[in-house]
């Protein structure tokens, strides 16, 4: 018989490989942000962060040990009973495991791979489409930037500007560059964003949609 600390490390050993990851929540919705809004979407959220985002509005995701730890076939199986095949990996912050096995899996079931991630761990995953965005509450791994198809960067601070512009000299010229008004403080900073990207057009603006149309 296996005894309790023995399950546990084993357990460990298959986070560690990245072929279980723990599950704050898994849903199917429509994506409110960025360069896939409106686009119907399977939302695997990851349990664990130590970014500590002062505006976080899954703060609860950011304790792993909480949420209940999957295998990656069950979490692809529970991904496919839903007709949609974009696949979002969201946090918490996801890169703080290993992605190759579940992506590769993902992919090897016909779905399309987005991550949502702040990029302060070393990048991982075959993704089809990677959403950067940066905290100045922990320094980005330097691995993101070369596979960044998006910046995203959330407005708080007026001198959140200065921030996205540094970032964006850093990823590649592809990259499509976003500012997000950070939704508490939408009052303040939505007009001076619009006002922002229009003297700064390599810029677009992006809205929490989802929360304009109470979808979760």
């Given at each position: 018989?296996?005894?309790?600390?023995?399950?546990?490390q084993?357990?460990?050993?298959?986070?560690?490989?990245?072929?279980?990851?723990?599950?704050?929540?898994?849903?199917?919705t429509?994506?409110?942000?960025?360069?896939?809004?409106?686009?119907?979407?399977?939302?695997?959220?990851?349990?664990?962060?130590?970014?500590?985002?002062?505006?976080?509005?899954?703060?609860?995701?950011?304790?792993?040990?909480?949420?209940?730890?999957?295998?990656?076939?069950?979490?692809?199986?529970?991904?496919?009973?839903?007709?949609?095949?974009?696949?979002?990996i969201?946090?918490?912050?996801?890169?703080?495991?290993?992605?190759?096995?579940?992506?590769?899996l993902?992919?090897?079931?016909?779905?399309?791979?987005?991550?949502?991630?702040?990029?302060?761990?070393?990048?991982?995953?075959?993704?089809?489409?990677?959403?950067?965005?940066?905290?100045?509450?922990?320094?980005?791994?330097?691995?993101?930037?070369?596979?960044?198809?998006?910046?995203?960067?959330?407005?708080?601070?007026?001198?959140?500007?200065?921030?996205?512009?540094?970032?964006?000299?850093?990823?590649?010229?592809?990259?499509?560059?976003?500012?997000?008004?950070?939704?508490?403080?939408?009052?303040?900073?939505t007009?001076?964003?619009?006002?922002?990207?229009?003297?700064?057009?390599?810029?677009?603006?992006?809205?929490?949609?989802?929360?304009?149309?109470?979808?979760?």
């Amino acid at each position: 018989m296996h005894t309790l600390d023995q399950v546990a490390q084993t357990t460990q050993e298959f986070v560690a490989s990245g072929l279980q990851l723990p599950i704050m929540e898994a849903f199917y919705t429509i994506q409110g942000e960025g360069r896939f809004t409106g686009h119907p979407a399977y939302f695997i959220r990851l349990g664990g962060c130590d970014v500590g985002c002062v505006w976080c509005d899954v703060k609860e995701s950011w304790e792993a040990g909480k949420w209940p730890v999957l295998s990656i076939e069950q979490i692809v199986e529970d991904a496919l009973a839903f007709p949609g095949r974009l696949v979002v990996i969201t946090g918490g912050e996801p890169l703080l495991y290993n992605l190759n096995p579940l992506t590769k899996l993902l992919k090897e079931k016909g779905f399309t791979t987005n991550i949502e991630t702040s990029g302060a761990y070393p990048f991982s995953g075959d993704f089809d489409w990677v959403c950067f965005s940066p905290k100045k509450f922990k320094k980005p791994h330097p691995s993101i930037y070369s596979v960044a198809s998006e910046l995203k960067v959330v407005v708080f601070h007026s001198s959140d500007f200065d921030f996205a512009e540094q970032h964006a000299a850093l990823v590649k010229p592809s990259c499509e560059l976003r500012l997000q008004p950070e939704w508490s403080k939408a009052a303040k900073f939505t007009r001076e964003t619009i006002d922002y990207v229009k003297s700064h057009p390599k810029w677009n603006i992006s809205l929490q949609t989802h929360k304009f149309m109470d979808i979760p």
